[in-house]
């Protein structure tokens, strides 16, 4: 099985925390309580790639593009070559329940961005946002049919991953129902749940790995980091299951 690097090896331990790379053609789901850092890993992982000559495309449902390159920049993570030489591509989805998108058939749009899916990597950071925004998974969640729904949108991933595209996904599970949630933990084949704890002024996080299928080399069961300006993510401790 091919890999994605997730690079900068000469920086942090990242790469090698995740085995060595990404699964091509897998779908990489990673949950996370609001202010987890689900952001923060994603970016990561997509800046990595691109370092490594994959062809990114990032959906942010929270940041516009501006937003993106100060984020970005505040961690050290220099995206502007990469997005003028059209090596990244970046596309900001709104998501409001009181607004006009309220309306909008927000997966469908998802799925139907040709643009999009011409990456080898594509991240949506926040899927739960797209999915609690959607009419039509909000109407079937209502009657009791999000797991139903779900189901359809794994067969649209599983589509999108067919060709050897990786699909990274990030998900509040605070805000959706665990059935809803069950086939897309299900289809996973690379799972993460980001946990926190404070001691004093200190967030500890740590990311437990639930699952991840084929791995290039062995992976911790519990990779604990943190995010510092300036510097990005810093690998701190690995458990060995």
């Given at each position: 099985m091919n890999h994605y690097s997730i690079g900068l090896e000469d920086r942090d331990r990242v790469n090698d925390a995740f085995g060595g790379g990404l699964p091509q053609g897998s779908i990489v789901l990673l949950e996370g309580a609001d202010g987890a850092g689900k952001s923060v890993v994603?970016?990561?992982?997509?800046?990595?790639?691109v370092t490594e000559g994959t062809a990114?495309?990032?959906v942010s449902t929270e940041l516009r593009a501006a937003e993106f390159i100060e984020q970005m920049h505040?961690?050290?993570?220099?995206?502007?070559?990469?997005?003028?030489?059209?090596?990244?591509?970046?596309?900001?989805?709104?998501?409001?329940?009181?607004?006009p998108g309220r309306e909008q058939d927000l997966l469908g749009r998802l799925?139907?961005?040709?643009?999009?899916?011409r990456a080898d990597a594509v991240f949506v950071?926040?899927?739960?946002?797209?999915?609690?925004?959607?009419?039509?998974?909000?109407?079937?969640?209502?009657?009791?049919?999000?797991?139903?729904?779900?189901?359809?949108?794994?067969?649209?991933?599983?589509?999108?991953?067919?060709?050897?595209?990786?699909?990274?996904?990030t998900v509040d599970p605070t805000g959706l129902d665990a059935?809803?949630?069950?086939?897309?933990?299900?289809?996973?084949?690379?799972y993460f749940a980001i946990e926190t704890s404070t001691v004093?002024?200190?967030?500890?996080?740590?990311?437990?790995?639930?699952?991840?299928?084929?791995?290039a080399s062995p992976v911790d069961d519990t990779i604990?980091?943190?995010?510092?300006?300036?510097?990005?993510?810093?690998?701190?401790s690995r458990t060995i299951a």
């Open positions: 994603s970016q990561r992982c997509a800046y990595g790639m990114v495309a990032y505040s961690l050290s993570y220099d995206v502007v070559r990469p997005l003028l030489d059209d090596r990244l591509l970046f596309l900001h989805a709104p998501v409001d329940a009181r607004g799925f139907d961005a040709g643009t999009l899916w950071d926040s899927f739960g946002a797209l999915l609690r925004n959607d009419p039509s998974f909000d109407d079937a969640a209502a009657e009791g049919d999000a797991d139903h729904a779900m189901e359809r949108i794994v067969r649209s991933l599983k589509r999108a991953v067919a060709s050897g595209r990786t699909v990274f996904l059935t809803a949630l069950g086939p897309l933990r299900g289809v996973a084949d690379v004093g002024q200190d967030v500890r996080r740590s990311m437990v790995v639930r699952r991840f299928a084929g791995m604990g980091f943190s995010v510092e300006q300036g510097r990005g993510i810093t690998i701190e």
